[in-house]
């Protein structure tokens, strides 16, 4: 509590003589730390930026965005520091990002896009620095070759290279690489086929990328929709997907906490590196729902899903001969996630809406016997249960009560 937050800003824009639309906005913003028990949190944040868009449209019936923004400030710091204990800080932030989009509509079945994007990320933390460059080109090109089908195909390159540079002794964050390139080059198709107008539909896809890390990944996904009335639909789908390695879990040196005595010396701490030997996490989903209009005004849907993971992110202990403990990431996890989701809303009337939700979750999950991970750990935090019953009522026109 007890924020107090300040904000100011201007925008301005207009249309040229020629239909180009235009806008130049900038803010300024300064919001106070949050106070605890224990005091100030240290979060305490101040930023300015400045942007703009422009959008027009060609003689060929062309649309073509261009956007962009600059920022740079501060965010207030709270480490939790292995031996020196709590501490605070100030991180400065600063950025820069630019976005080019062309659409062509060719019929109301077909059209194209192309997208650029380019962001530039500055940080400069209490004991790290960290310099990221994002290029992103996207391709997708919607039409229906056959009748009864849909199909959308598309390609995307993005590249991403940084500089992480520790700052600070002892080292409670670095890299063993400071400068590295990641790539990933991919392409989708999917395609939405009518076996029965306006009743059942399949839809086939798949994704193929290749990346720095993993090199190919192939990602294929299956669904099925069939509308029995025109007031309900039920769905099945049978998906892979996979989470390749990160910069963190494959290059990371990260100074754990301090390592109980008398087994080791006083102030001894663990250390946690990543690893380059490492797979994709995996994931094979199945999921089933079904959804009704069951009046006018009341509509409700139940669906659910089983999830199988496979090599998940753990680490394992390192002690080679005459050197402290340290830990590595590896893949050496694995769990099976089921649930069921019901959700339901009831528009009373033109003012009055009540929206209702309910969700079970279950997770089982295993490690191999050389793995950190407790299984049962993975379900600290996550609810079995939840639920929630919402009401929006716009009592007139100037008041709303939720």
């Given at each position: 509590g007890?924020?107090?937050?300040a904000?100011?800003?201007?925008?301005?824009?207009?249309?040229s003589?020629r239909?180009?639309?235009w806008?130049v906005?900038?803010?300024w913003?300064?919001r106070?730390?949050?106070v605890?028990?224990?005091?100030?949190a240290d979060?305490?944040?101040?930023?300015?930026r400045?942007?703009?868009r422009?959008?027009?449209?060609t003689?060929?019936?062309?649309?073509?965005?261009?956007?962009?923004?600059?920022y740079?400030?501060?965010?207030?710091l709270?480490?939790?520091r292995?031996i020196v204990?709590l501490?605070t800080?100030v991180?400065?932030v600063?950025?820069a990002n630019?976005?080019g989009r062309?659409?062509r509509?060719?019929?109301?079945?077909?059209?194209?896009s192309l997208q650029f994007?380019y962001?530039?990320t500055d940080r400069?933390?209490?004991?790290f620095?960290?310099?990221?460059?994002?290029?992103?080109?996207?391709?997708?090109?919607?039409f229906?070759?056959?009748?009864n089908?849909?199909?959308?195909?598309?390609?995307q390159f993005?590249?991403i290279?940084d500089?992480?540079?520790?700052?600070?002794?002892p080292?409670f964050?670095?890299?063993?690489d400071?400068?590295?390139?990641?790539e990933?080059?991919s392409?989708f198709v999917q395609?939405?086929i009518?076996?029965i107008?306006?009743?059942?539909?399949l839809?086939?896809?798949?994704?193929?990328s290749h990346?720095?890390?993993t090199?190919?990944e192939?990602?294929?996904s299956?669904?099925?929709l069939?509308?029995?009335?025109?007031?309900?639909?039920m769905?099945?789908?049978?998906?892979?997907?996979?989470?390749?390695?990160t910069?963190?879990?494959?290059d990371?040196?990260l100074l754990?906490?301090?390592?109980?005595?008398?087994m080791f010396?006083p102030?001894?701490t663990?250390?946690?590196?990543?690893?380059?030997?490492m797979?994709?996490?995996e994931l094979?989903?199945?999921?089933v729902?079904?959804?009704r209009?069951?009046?006018?005004?009341?509509?409700?849907?139940v669906?659910?899903f089983?999830?199988v993971y496979e090599d998940?992110?753990a680490?394992?202990?390192?002690?080679?001969?005459?050197a402290l403990?340290?830990?590595?990431?590896?893949n050496?996890?694995?769990a099976d996630?089921y649930g069921?989701e019901m959700?339901?809303?009831?528009?009373?009337?033109?003012c009055?809406?009540?929206?209702?939700w309910?969700?079970?979750?279950?997770?089982?999950?295993?490690?191999d016997?050389?793995?950190?991970?407790?299984?049962?750990?993975?379900?600290f935090?996550t609810?079995v249960?939840?639920?929630?019953?919402?009401?929006s009522?716009?009592?007139?026109?100037r008041?709303e009560c939720?």
């Open positions: 007890n924020v107090q937050q904000f100011s800003g201007a925008r301005i824009g207009g249309r003589q239909g180009v639309d806008r906005s900038g803010k913003y300064e106070d730390s949050f605890d028990p224990g005091g100030q979060d305490g944040s101040s930023q300015g400045v942007g703009f422009t959008d027009w449209q003689a060929a019936c062309d649309q073509v965005t261009v956007q962009g923004d600059w740079q400030g501060t965010n207030g709270t480490h939790d292995p204990g501490q800080g991180e400065d600063a950025g630019i976005l062309w659409t509509v060719f019929s109301k079945d077909s059209d194209a994007y962001d530039r400069i933390a209490s004991g620095d960290q310099d990221t460059n994002t290029i992103d080109i996207d391709f997708q090109h919607r229906s070759p056959w009748q089908h849909r199909l959308i195909w598309g390609l993005r590249s290279w500089r992480l540079k520790n700052t600070q002794t080292a964050v670095s890299v063993s400071q400068r590295r390139t990641f990933r080059t392409a395609d939405e009518g076996l107008q306006d009743e059942l539909y839809t086939l896809g798949a994704k193929l990346n720095t890390y090199d190919f192939v990602q294929p299956i669904r099925m069939l509308l029995p009335t025109e007031e309900s639909a769905w099945a789908a049978v998906s892979r997907a996979v989470r390749t390695p910069r963190a879990s494959e990371i040196v754990g906490p301090e390592l109980p005595t008398p010396p102030n001894t663990s250390t946690i590196v990543g690893n380059r030997h797979g994709s996490e094979i989903a199945y999921e729902g079904y959804r209009q069951q009046t006018a005004n009341l509509s409700w849907d669906a659910g089983y999830n998940l992110l680490t394992r202990p390192v002690v080679p001969p005459a403990p340290s830990s590595e990431f590896y050496g996890g694995s996630v069921l959700s339901s809303e009831w528009r009373v009337n033109c009055w809406k009540i929206r209702a309910y969700t079970y979750l279950k997770i089982k999950s295993k490690y016997g050389s793995a950190n991970q407790v299984p049962e750990k993975d379900e935090g609810p249960n939840q639920a929630m019953l919402m009401s009522w716009n009592v007139g026109r008041v939720d």
